[in-house]
């Protein structure tokens, strides 16, 4: 089994890329369970000097969540056509252990928005972070889900729209399969 760690890419409590997050753990197909991880609220900013005194306790409890899972899908909001601070925040904590707990894990990206790219221009930028820590990317299904306010319910996090559902159980069954092929090389 599989346990695959849902990174949330937003802070905001009734954000749409968090309801879908949450949402996930509902769609997984056999072989993938679901783990939320720590949201990357909950973490300081990086700054190197706190680091010098101790790392601090979120981060740590986020580098032992992301080291405990095989793989990540990373549902996340687009921010002035790039990747959000507190997810980027995340990121830059893990990436100052060694081992880092990111490297060689494969990962998917799912973006989230209500406008009609759905997030598109995240993709680029988080992949080029992702490279820069060793992940194994899964390029293709890419996942922007646009329109996004009439196909999640924030408050319940439930799919609403039945083509989105069976999209997102697709993709994660494509997942799967992609993280089955790595686990194997």
Known sequence: MTQLG????????ASL??????????????GLAAVALPNPGTLPLFNQDVLDEAMPDS????????????AILIVTPEY????????????????????NPLAH????????????LGGARVHESLRHTLHSQDMIIMAKPEVQLAGAKGKVDVGTSVITNADTEAFLRAHLSAF?????????S
């Open 105 to 116: 894990k494969p990962v998917a990206i799912w973006s989230v928005s209500p406008g009609l």
């Open 17 to 30: 890329s968090r309801a879908v997050a949450r949402a996930a753990a509902g769609l997984m197909p056999d």
């Open 80 to 99: 002035n056509w790039s990747v959000p601070g507190g997810l980027k925040n995340a990121i830059d904590w893990l990436s100052r252990v060694n081992p």
């Open 59 to 70: 981060v740590q409890t986020m580098i032992a969540a992301v080291a405990a899972v095989d």
């Open 6 to 13: 849902i990174l949330e890419g937003s802070l905001r409590q």
């Open 176 to 184: 799967a399969t992609f993280c089955n092929s790595w686990s194997r």
